[in-house]
Every structure is written in C-alpha cells, then in structure tokens.
C-alpha cells in the first residue's frame, strides 16, 4: 500500500513539474503573430533575388515599376527602346524600373540584355518568383505594375502601348507617392502627439496622489 502511495505522489509531481505543451503552443503562436507582423517591402525582395545584369536596384525610391518581359515576345522587344528611355531618365529620381525575365535560360536572358543594350536589373527568372507583387492588367507579357515600397499596388497593366505609357507617368506617380507617404507621416505624429497629450492628465493625477514627505 505505501508503495502505491509514494508511485502515485511521484506521478503527481512528475506531472506538476513537466513542460506545459499549452505553454509551448502559446509561444509558438506568439513568435507566429510577431512574424507575420513584420512587413515585406519591395526592397526587401530584391535583395533575395539574383539578376541577369550587374545593375542593381536603388532602394530609396518612391516608386518601383515591375515588369514582366521575355526574349520571344515580340511586344516585349518592341517597347525595350522606350523603356531603356524612361529608365535612364528616372535614374536617381525616385523611381525604380526592375524586370523579371521570362527567359528560363539565363544565357537567353543574358543575350537579349546585351543585344538591347538594357542597362536596368533584370531579375533572373529562377528567383522572379521572390518578388511577390500582382501581375500588371491581364498578366500576358509586356505587363508592368507600379508599387510603392511597401508593395502597395498603384497601378497595373498589361500589353505593349499601356506599359509605355504607365513608365512614360513616373514623374507624377513619384510626386503622389511623395505626397501619400508626407500625409502619412503626420498622420502617425498627430496620433502620438494624440496619445501623450492624452497621458498627461494621467501622469498628474498620478502625481497629486503620491504621499508629501515630511522629512
């Protein structure tokens, strides 16, 4: 009987004093939630990706514009003058023109780059897909859409004079990123200004009620 007794109190502590898996999972869960939280920008992306050219992306810009292009699309090679155009004259400007080859061999990808003297990246197309933002309008090739940093989606299309014509816009598609982003800005110092305007009557009261020493 006293055997029984000391079994069942060693079950008992055993138990008492074992890892919790509610615990655990509540923990996992937490770590979760706090990975989900972190925002994925477009930068951020880029910097995953290999590329096709040795040039590289800026990543202080207002605005990226992605597109989708490949070697065999015979749009996509008319509309590769005009956006050597736009490229270079947005560089260092607030906007980011980025290409995701359609090319699954690099060696393609890389001749077509050269023979058109495309002097933007090009992402090659085995990491193309690390960049996680919508297709451009219908999605067939040329497509392009305009992102602001945070991925947030401006503007998307597709086909070969309405790509031209979206890059042709950047100058004013930067000035309204600018200025969305300025307006966010004080909208996220007028709530924490909000919030410690707020908190002062809180921190008084506090105060008044702390003892008066007479020492």
Not at 33 to 39: G, I, L, N, P
Not at 61 to 67: A, K, N, R
Not at 163 to 171: H, M, P, Q, R, Y
Not at 189 to 205: H, L
Request: charged share 25%; glycine share 6%; with cysteine.
């Amino acid at each position: 009987m006293k055997r029984l007794f000391f079994i069942a109190t060693m079950m008992l502590g055993a138990a008492f004093f074992a890892p919790s898996n509610v615990y655990a999972q509540d923990e996992v869960a937490a770590e979760t939630e706090t990975t989900e939280e972190k925002a994925v920008t477009v930068p951020g992306m880029l910097a995953k990706v290999e590329y096709v050219t040795k040039a590289k992306p800026k990543k202080k810009v207002s605005v990226y514009f992605i597109l989708r292009s490949h070697s065999k699309c015979g749009f996509c090679r008319k509309i590769v003058p005009d956006m050597n155009e736009h490229y270079k004259a947005m560089k260092g400007k607030g906007a980011e023109l980025i290409m995701l080859s359609g090319d699954s061999e690099l060696k393609v990808a890389k001749k077509w780059a050269k023979e058109a003297e495309m002097t933007y990246p090009i992402v090659t197309n085995a990491t193309a897909g690390k960049v996680q933002v919508p297709s451009g309008g219908s999605g067939g090739t040329p497509n392009i859409v305009a992102v602001t940093t945070d991925g947030t989606v401006i503007k998307g299309v597709s086909g070969a004079s309405a790509c031209t014509e979206l890059v042709a816009s950047w100058k004013e598609l930067v000035k309204e990123a600018k200025a969305e982003q300025k307006n966010k800005k004080a909208a996220a110092k007028k709530a924490k200004n909000a919030k410690k305007k707020a908190q002062q009557p809180e921190d008084a009261a506090d105060a008044a009620a702390e003892p008066i020493s007479l020492d």
